[in-house]
């Protein structure tokens, strides 16, 4: 009797025996792929209209920002003071000169000089100022009402530092004894006589030639005109300077 020859047949030697792996279903999602959605997918949509809005709002502030800097980077030559000139004073064509400004809408343009010349200034002007149709009038000066009066003082009569064009001054009489006022009577000197109040100096011609004094043209109202004129000839008038109508006083 033979014994059977069938062998059994073994793995190879080093294998396991495990069942093939089953493929999962979710390495398309680690593998990067994505995973599917149920139903019909619907389309993502944007507001054109606003983006268009949004784009044109920009482009316009862009513009507008950019109209901006170029009108107040213009620049334009117009009129300066070339020289400082007084209230009341008239402007004269070597007080003007001209420079090159941007941003200043009410200056007065350099093209227009031979309008300037001439007129007077209705406030303090200042080297370098830049010239507007409201610091000067055409008016004469005098103006209505005003008078213009020529005095000659003595340097002791006048503030110590002097007078300028635009100041402001009462004019006051001098008790008259001559030069020497030891004797004059106490009332005149406790309570001398106001002969202007708000006198405006229009010219400070320096000393005169003769004596030592000083030439002072002020405007006075024209009703005293007259007054401090007929005490200038006697040599009893003085000046005090005083602060501009409508200042505060120190302190207050």
Request: no cysteine; charged share 15%.
């Amino acid at each position: 009797m033979k014994m059977s020859t069938e062998t059994t047949q073994r793995p190879p030697a080093g294998a396991k025996g495990r069942m093939p792996a089953r493929r999962n279903n979710d390495d398309g999602l680690l593998a990067g792929g994505r995973k599917a959605v149920g139903g019909p997918q619907q389309p993502r949509t944007r507001s054109w209209g606003l983006v268009t809005l949004a784009a044109l709002l920009v482009i316009g502030s862009g513009l507008t920002v950019a109209a901006w800097g170029l009108h107040a980077g213009e620049k334009v030559s117009v009129l300066v003071m070339a020289t400082g000139v007084a209230k009341g004073q008239v402007v004269e064509r070597e007080d003007l000169a001209s420079r090159a400004v941007a941003g200043v809408s009410d200056a007065i343009a350099a093209e227009a000089v031979d309008t300037v010349i001439g007129q007077t200034a209705v406030v303090d002007l200042v080297q370098g100022q830049i010239l507007t149709a409201a610091m000067l009038t055409a008016e004469p000066v005098p103006g209505p009402g005003e008078s213009m009066i020529g005095l000659a003082l003595d340097p002791t009569r006048v503030p110590g530092a002097g007078l300028e064009a635009g100041d402001q001054v009462d004019v006051i009489a001098v008790p008259g004894n001559g030069s020497n006022n030891s004797s004059a009577p106490d009332s005149a000197l406790d309570d001398p006589v106001l002969l202007a109040s708000g006198a405006q100096v229009y010219d400070v011609g320096g000393e005169a030639a003769a004596g030592g004094q000083l030439l002072v043209t002020l405007i006075v109202d024209e009703s005293t005109a007259s007054k401090v004129a007929a005490y200038s000839t006697q040599n009893r008038v003085a000046v005090v300077e005083t602060a501009p109508t409508g200042m505060t006083p120190a302190g207050e």
